[in-house]
């Protein structure tokens, strides 16, 4: 753990700016509280008072051709009439041993590529329990197979049209009800080039049996969840995504937020020219030193100019034009939040080893006037990871209607129960209380099983029910027939989304913890 002064140095913030709040270093949740301690085991464990139920399995059926897909990541909830829903679950990545087999074979190939993407699935309240509907004609998939046009007014690597989605990570929602899902590290499947030619390899070789171009991958896709339809955003950059967080200026124009997660890459914002559409207007990029939102239009900026034919090349590479324009190097900004008692921004900083950052950060972005669409904004530590603050590693977050804030956690698993990280035990669901008595408390509330992290936590309309993402439970294993997990099923590990109720829950909701 980093002490304040290599925290600051970290951040580049001057002394007129380096004072962090007393919150940003959080109390250790006391004995009158529930509480989880940290283990090993290779369980989903959560404290007394809360309890979860499986809703689905990598690999059950949705419809009478399609199956629920691998290592499902963001949730979001689409409300139907009569306690009913549509759920969107995002599915990132594969592990070839638990498909097919490691061999790169086409056979292989196409099979992982019906694993990724997303599911659309129907659930419906019953006896105060969500379930799935089998037979709802809103279940579906999104593949590396399906076609997704480009909103865009030119093509992108000589096409108007994509084919599939992939590394699908976190998103978010549309204030007209469509979902966004991000494109994320595209280049695990793809490879990629920069405009000089230098390649990134593939290590999974997709591009070896099916040789795609990388550039119609990495974007932020729209997706309508009645239908199914979508199209890749390009306004919004493209690099590897880990969410699209939206919301409206004062101005009523939309407004979103996405990081680039990984290290040392940056944040955006993107102001849309529309009350009701995210497919034309102007991308952004965080100084944070000087506290703007960079332009990263071509017309705005003389360095672009100079390095970039047109608008549509700029959007293809925006990490190099962001490095261009000055934008501040973060430590791999994931999930973002909207404060629904402030408005203020929530991001979370996940770690950067290479500046001996292991723990990371919540980082708490305010803009000027409280407004969205402004170009000038302050900004301070409100959490950070650390033995004396119970977490690590904060990667997807939501808060609840009281302003409490619920987030899980990313140690890799080559990490977990390991120097610097031997304290936290396996990656867990934490909530920062906001007020009371308990106010500036951190609770571990429930632990994910070997090798998993938990991802996309979603709560229900009317929050009584937190629907959890468990991905990736074995990932370090070398054999399938000696997996390092076998939850849930005691067999081969397969990652779930689980529903998790209980009065513990409802009490911090409720802000009478």
């Known amino acids: 753990m980093m002490n304040r002064r290599e925290f600051l140095q970290f951040l580049g913030i001057s ?51 399609q199956k629920f897909g691998f290592n499902n990541d963001f949730i979001a909830f689409h409300p139907l009439q009569n306690d009913r829903g549509i759920l969107w679950v995002n599915h990132e990545y594969v592990h070839p041993l638990f498909i097919n087999g490691n061999d790169r074979t086409k056979a292989n190939v196409d099979a992982e590529m019906l694993e990724v993407g997303g599911s659309l699935i129907e659930v419906k309240k019953i006896k105060d329990e969500w379930v799935f509907i089998k037979d709802s004609q809103y279940n579906r998939r999104l593949d590396a197979n399906t076609k997704i046009p480009f909103a865009w007014h030119t093509p992108i690597a000589g096409s108007t049209v994509s084919i599939g989605t992939v590394s699908n990570c976190a998103g978010g929602k549309t204030p007209w009800g469509t979902i966004l899902t991000c494109e994320e590290n595209y280049d695990m499947v793809w490879g ?33 969840p009645l239908t199914g339809n979508a199209k890749k955003l390009i306004s919004m950059g493209r690099c590897a995504h880990e969410c699209a967080a939206v919301t409206k200026g004062k101005d009523g124009k939309v407004v979103a937020y996405t990081g680039d997660d990984a290290n040392d890459e940056h944040l955006y914002k993107f102001i849309s020219d529309s009350k009701s559409s995210l497919e034309m207007g102007k991308l952004y990029v965080a100084d944070l030193k000087k506290g703007e939102w960079i332009s990263l239009d071509r017309k705005d900026q003389t360095i672009l100019q100079k390095n970039f034919k047109d608008q549509t090349e700029i959007q293809i590479y925006t990490r190099e034009a962001a ?22 921004v929530f991001v979370a900083l996940t770690n950067n080893k290479n500046k001996n950052d292991y723990h990371g950060s919540i980082l708490k972005i305010m803009e000027n006037d409280n407004d969205p669409s402004s170009l000038k904004f302050s900004y301070e530590t409100f959490l950070t990871g650390g033995e004396n603050s119970i977490f690590s590693c904060p ?16 140690m890799a698993a080559s990490s977990i129960g390991k120097a610097p990280y031997e304290h936290f035990g396996n990656n867990g669901l934490y909530v920062f209380i906001r007020s009371g008595s308990h106010a500036g408390e951190v609770i571990r509330v429930a632990s994910a099983p070997v090798d998993a992290e938990f991802t996309g936590p979603c709560f229900s309309p009317d929050y009584k029910t937190l629907f959890l993402s468990v991905q990736h439970p074995g990932e370090s294993s070398l054999t399938k027939d000696n997996p390092t997990s076998s939850w849930p099923d005691g067999k081969i590990p397969k990652s779930c989304v689980v529903s998790i109720t209980g009065p513990v829950l409802n009490k911090i909701v409720q802000g009478k913890l």
């Open 15 to 65: 002394g007129v700016l380096a004072k962090i709040p007393a919150e940003a270093f959080a109390k250790t949740a006391i004995n009158s509280l529930p509480h989880l301690a940290a283990n090993l085991e290779d369980k989903l464990l959560t404290v007394d008072g809360l309890q979860y139920k499986i809703l689905m399995r990598w690999g059950d059926q949705i419809n009478l051709t």
């Open 192 to 224: 990629d080039h920069d405009r000089k030619g230098n390649k990134t390899p593939s290590g999974q070789s997709w591009n070896m049996i099916y040789p795609r171009p990388p550039e119609h991958y990495g974007w932020v896709v729209e997706v309508e």
């Open 323 to 344: 490095k261009l324009v000055g934008a501040t190097p973060l430590a791999r900004p994931e999930d973002i939040e909207f404060d629904p008692l402030t408005g203020h």
């Open 395 to 410: 990667d997807n977050m939501v808060f609840d209607t009281k302003g409490n804030l619920w987030f899980t956690t990313d």
